[in-house]
């Protein structure tokens, strides 16, 4: 016979539990959110050469590592971005989630780039002949591509990187958006991207634990 776990008396089982144990978030933190893709963040993502998508499906959740050369996510307009499903092991767990729920999540990386790029919208499926043309690679075309309709997006601070030491030794590349650079743009120029890129670095080191 199975044993029963005991029950965790320190289980956070509700917001406002959960609310007493954290700091409330600072102003900008909560008005960083954009609801489209401004010059920055499409700057950013032309930069990342690798993101991971998050669906959540019948089966449950999935979390896939998506990855190409730099760009080969593709901001169509301001509100919509472009992913091409290259070819893999034909589970199709993403895509079968989103035929379901269209919901989904977007984690962009850079390499030698502390911060991150949130992006959260509804998606769809298409095998439109003219936009697979789009998306060569490899001499080949992809299968389908998927479409955000992008509701969200936000930058991420450099803490986690910094923990990980993800990019040790590797510089930064020129060209990316500063964390000051995303937030100014997204705050509706709340943040002066100068002062707080010059300030970040002691700043996530003092709040890093």
Same mark, same amino acid.
């Given at each position: 016979?199975?044993?029963? +776990?005991?029950?965790?008396?320190?289980?956070?089982?509700?917001?406002? +539990?959960?609310?007493?144990?954290?700091?409330?978030?600072?102003?900008?933190?909560?008005?960083?959110?954009?609801?489209?893709?401004?010059?920055?963040?499409?700057?950013?993502?032309?930069? *990342?050469?690798?993101?991971?998508?998050?669906?959540?499906?019948?089966?449950?959740? @999935?979390?896939?590592?998506?990855?190409?050369?730099?760009?080969?996510?593709?901001?169509?307009?301001?509100?919509?971005?472009?992913?091409?499903?290259?070819?893999?092991?034909? /589970?199709?767990?993403?895509?079968?989630?989103?035929?379901? /729920?269209?919901?989904?999540?977007?984690?962009?990386?850079?390499?030698?780039?502390?911060?991150?790029?949130? &992006?959260?919208?509804?998606? /769809?499926?298409? !095998?439109?002949? !003219?936009?697979? +043309?789009?998306?060569?690679?490899?001499?080949?075309?992809?299968?389908?591509?998927?479409?955000?309709?992008?509701?969200?997006?936000?930058?991420?601070? !450099?803490?986690?990187?910094?923990? *990980? &030491?993800?990019? +040790?030794?590797?510089?930064?590349?020129?060209?990316?958006?500063?964390?000051?650079?995303?937030?100014?743009? @997204?705050?509706?120029?709340?943040?002066?991207?100068? *002062?707080?890129?010059?300030?970040?670095?002691?700043?996530?080191?003092?709040?890093?634990?």
């Amino acid at each position: 016979m199975d044993s029963i +776990a005991p029950a965790d008396p320190f289980a956070v089982s509700s917001l406002e +539990a959960l609310a007493t144990l954290y700091e409330a978030p600072q102003p900008r933190v909560l008005a960083k959110v954009h609801p489209r893709l401004e010059a920055t963040a499409k700057a950013f993502i032309a930069a *990342s050469p690798y993101c991971l998508l998050a669906t959540h499906g019948p089966q449950g959740v @999935h979390c896939t590592p998506r990855g190409d050369a730099a760009g080969f996510v593709t901001a169509l307009d301001d509100h919509t971005l472009a992913l091409p499903d290259r070819r893999g092991n034909n /589970r199709l767990d993403a895509l079968r989630d989103i035929v379901a /729920r269209p919901e989904v999540a977007l984690l962009f990386l850079v390499p030698g780039v502390g911060e991150t790029l949130r &992006v959260n919208g509804r998606a /769809r499926i298409t !095998a439109d002949p !003219a936009l697979l +043309a789009r998306f060569p690679a490899g001499g080949k075309l992809p299968t389908t591509v998927v479409l955000v309709q992008v509701q969200e997006v936000f930058m991420h601070c !450099a803490k986690a990187m910094m923990r *990980s &030491v993800l990019w +040790a030794g590797r510089a930064r590349p020129p060209g990316v958006p500063t964390a000051g650079e995303l937030l100014a743009a @997204h705050t509706n120029g709340m943040i002066e991207p100068t *002062s707080y890129d010059a300030e970040a670095p002691q700043r996530l080191l003092d709040t890093m634990y």
